[in-house]
């Protein structure tokens, strides 16, 4: 080892950054990928054919439109973004949680959000500088704990509290009242995170220049298009018009912009494979619970979030996978997710493989 290069690096990285571990994918070679939330479906054939065309149309030599106008136009059609809004569009809504935080940072500014909660909230604080508060879900059935988050905002002033609805890695949707509390006490912005957005029933959406400091953000990722990296924010452009200052000029690349126009143009198959996931949700969360000791969570999204019986959650995580299934393992991550497991819903083929191996693991 190069003490001296190690040195160097100690010095000049910030510690906060040193702390980190780098954000994990598992390695899903050979195994059914129920892990992160994808959508299981891939094109029909036809349609795959109509985007090949559109994309040997396509010219990368030249920078992409600055703004994605014409899919920022679209977005705000096929997502019922109200008149008047604004939309900023992100390298992933990862990119767009960036670009708030980068805005808001500075001294005494801090995120706020729930745990368990999306971690990306307090990465991303922790990369701009910003202290992040995590105020603990219910217990019982992780629903917001109004009064404590109430007392956290009084207490740590934050410029920003992201609520993941539905949540992510419990899939419940809060308490439309709950939420709208927060918005109504809060000292700075709140930005509800629509990703599941698709499997669910409630959004805030139409809200949108109901409340100052309201804002919305959604992504592409979970409805289908995880590999086309596109989230958006909407909201009063008094917001987004300061956020679009920091947002890297041409962040949208131009196979992105042609593929999810293109894709929004033919929403309808989205739709119905969305559709099929949430039967499928259902299905497969009746049958997990009947499992011996364990305990399903109701979801609003397109993964289940489970409890294992106390003490087994490694052992069943590594034994699906030996059967080759990859799920993920929540068990550490919060007191509040102990013995939890995540699967995310795939086909009804990759479904019937999952509950095969869950009741052998469980048998
Ligand atoms: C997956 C997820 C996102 C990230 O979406 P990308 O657009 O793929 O960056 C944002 N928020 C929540 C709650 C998520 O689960």
Redesign the pocket.
């Known amino acids: 080892m190069n003490s001296i290069l190690n040195e160097l690096v100690s010095h000049w990285i910030r510690p906060e950054i040193r702390a980190l571990s780098a954000y994990h994918v598992q390695d899903a070679t050979g195994l059914v990928k129920l892990d992160a ?1 994808e959508n299981p479906y891939t094109w029909p054939d036809g349609l795959r054919d109509e985007w090949a065309q559109l994309i040997r149309g396509t010219d990368v030599n030249r920078y992409p439109d600055p703004s994605a106008g014409e899919l920022a136009a679209r977005l705000a059609e096929s997502m019922g973004v109200p008149e008047g809004m604004r939309l900023i569009l992100g390298n ?4 767009i949680i960036q670009m708030i935080c980068m805005s808001l940072s500075g001294p005494g500014r801090c995120v706020l959000s729930v745990d368990p909660g ?1 971690v ?1 909230y307090r990465m991303i604080a922790t990369y701009c500088g910003m202290p992040y508060v995590g105020v603990p879900l219910a217990a019982e059935d992780f629903s917001l704990d109004v009064s404590a988050i109430r007392q956290a905002m009084d207490q740590y002033q934050p410029a920003v509290v992201f609520l ?1 609805y539905p ?2 890695p419990t899939g419940n949707l809060f308490d439309e009242s709950h939420v709208l509390e927060i918005i109504e006490a809060a000292p700075g912005l709140v930005v509800v ?1 629509e ?2 957005a698709p499997f669910a029933d409630a959004s805030f959406m139409s809200r949108l220049g109901q409340h100052d400091n309201l804002l919305v953000m959604r ?1 592409v ?2 409805m289908g298009l ?1 590999g086309l ?3 958006f924010l909407a909201g009063p452009p008094a917001w987004l018009d300061q956020f679009d200052k920091v947002r890297l000029p041409y962040n949208i690349n131009v196979l992105t912009q042609v593929s999810a126009d293109f894709a929004l143009r033919h929403k309808a198959v989205f739709d119905q494979q969305t559709a099929h996931i949430r039967d499928e949700r259902e299905r497969v969360a009746r049958a997990l619970a009947e499992l011996p000791g364990v305990t399903v969570y109701r979801s609003d999204a397109n993964f289940l979030l489970l409890r294992a019986p106390v003490g087994r959650a490694g052992e069943w995580f590594e034994g699906m996978k030996a059967r080759g299934i990859l799920i993920k393992n929540m068990h550490g991550a919060h007191p509040l997710l102990s013995d939890c497991l995540r699967p995310t819903v795939g086909t009804p083929q990759e479904n019937d493989a999952l509950l095969k191996a869950f009741g052998e693991v469980a048998g």
Do not use: H, P, V
Request: no cysteine; proline share 0%.
């Open positions: 939330m992933g809504s990862d990119e999306f990306m993941a949540n992510n995170d990703a599941y992504t990722s979970k995880a990296r596109l989230g």
